[in-house]
């Protein structure tokens, strides 16, 4: 299985700064179509995880673009900028490229 | 929109078999993208469990080692999960999902327990 490792495991920030939270998988993420299938999302408190970013830096509807992702092969990286106190909660990444689908440990953010 | 509904017991037996089924509105099933079933345990992080497409293509995540089925009915604009054999480790709000996971159930706790 691809293991996805983020960091770092918690994260406070000061409304208005930015934010960065990272993700590294072991293996590449390139699939054989020349698509990188890695996904965030932000799990509210209480709440369904919510889709922010496809395919590395695709921003999926509704999404402010305060939320933007980079990244390529093994490396990827979800900023946020400003971040707004409606931020607060659980980031994941998520790889597709492989089977099984396989998520990081999750990235706990809130606010100072 | 697309809206998806997950129903099924909320208390399981170990032993026994969870069976849920998740409803679709606002999207027929039948037009494509495979659909599915994450869980989250109480406090922890987030395991895909299996997906179907309408043609009835699935694939399973091997550390459920066969204890899994994915099934859908078109015609109903649903599809179901069953996990045999179940013991308290399957604790978890599952959750169905369109794949890629971009639209969401609100997910349904089950507990294994007697």
């Known amino acids: 299985d691809v293991v996805m490792t983020q960091t770092p495991l918690s994260l406070s920030v000061t409304p208005g700064q930015p934010a960065s939270i990272s993700c590294r998988s072991s293996?590449?993420?390139?699939?054989?179509?020349?698509?990188?299938?890695l996904y965030w999302y932000l799990q509210k408190p209480g709440q369904s995880p919510q889709l922010l970013i496809y395919?590395?830096?695709r921003r999926f509807s509704g999404v402010p673009d305060r939320f933007s992702g980079s990244g390529s092969g093994t490396d990827f990286t979800l900023k946020i900028s400003p971040v707004e106190a409606e931020d607060v909660g659980l980031y994941y990444c998520?790889?597709?490229?492989?089977?099984?689908?396989?998520f990081g440990g999750g990235t706990k953010v809130d606010i100072k | 929109q697309v809206q998806l509904q997950e129903s099924g017991p909320g208390l399981v037996e170990p032993s026994e078999t969870l069976s849920l089924t998740c409803d679709v509105s606002?999207?027929?099933?039948?037009?494509?993208?495979?659909w599915g079933w994450i869980r989250q345990p109480p406090g922890r992080g987030l395991e895909w469990i299996a997906r179907?497409?309408?043609?009835?293509?699935?694939n399973y995540n091997p550390s459920l080692k066969g204890r899994v089925s994915i099934s859908v009915d078109t015609s109903k604009n649903q599809f179901s999960l069953r996990l045999t054999s179940v013991t308290a480790a399957d604790t978890a709000i599952y959750y169905c999902?369109?794949?890629?996971?971009?639209?969401w159930g609100q997910g349904i706790l089950v507990t294994v327990s007697s």
């Open positions: 999902v369109r794949l890629p996971p971009d639209y």
């Open positions: 606002g999207y027929s099933i039948s037009s494509g993208y495979f």
């Open positions: 179907i497409y309408h043609s009835g293509i699935t």
């Open positions: 293996q590449s993420l390139l699939s054989s179509d020349g698509k990188t299938y």
């Open positions: 395919e590395v830096s």
């Open positions: 998520m790889q597709g490229t492989h089977l099984p689908l396989t």
